[in-house]
């Protein structure tokens, strides 16, 4: 069975960071690109960033650029989204997404607040 996981959201304050993961089963992440998304309430999902199967590559929306960073580790078959400098607006729901598939993970709540 196809499932992505995600963990490690939370309550953080304005500043904080948070390391998000992803755990893959049922299929090997190394042969996909691999993105987080989020969801604010109220509003649609937005791409935060994607990486490249090897890691070689990473995108990022420019909101998060300089704050957030995606990186992979295929022999654990498991993506991470590192995020400091929370804000705020960063408030949302964090889901991981195989590239081209209609694989969602059940998604992570991220509340930055004082």
């Known amino acids: 069975q196809v499932q992505l996981v995600e963990s490690g959201g939370g309550l953080v304050r304005p500043g904080g960071s948070l390391r998000l993961s992803c755990a893959a089963s049922?299929?090997?992440?190394?042969?996909?690109?691999m993105s987080w998304y989020r969801q604010a309430p109220g509003k649609g999902r937005e791409l935060v960033a994607t990486?490249?199967?090897?890691?070689?590559?990473?995108t990022y929306v420019d909101s998060v650029k300089g704050r957030f960073t995606i990186f992979r580790d295929n022999t654990m078959n498991t993506i991470f989204l590192q995020m400091d400098s929370l804000k705020p607006e960063d408030t949302a729901v964090y889901y991981c997404y195989v590239v081209g598939s209609t694989t969602w993970g059940q998604g992570t709540q991220v509340t930055v607040s004082s």
């Open positions: 990486i490249s199967p090897t890691g070689s590559t990473a």
């Open positions: 049922g299929f090997r992440i190394s042969m996909h690109d």
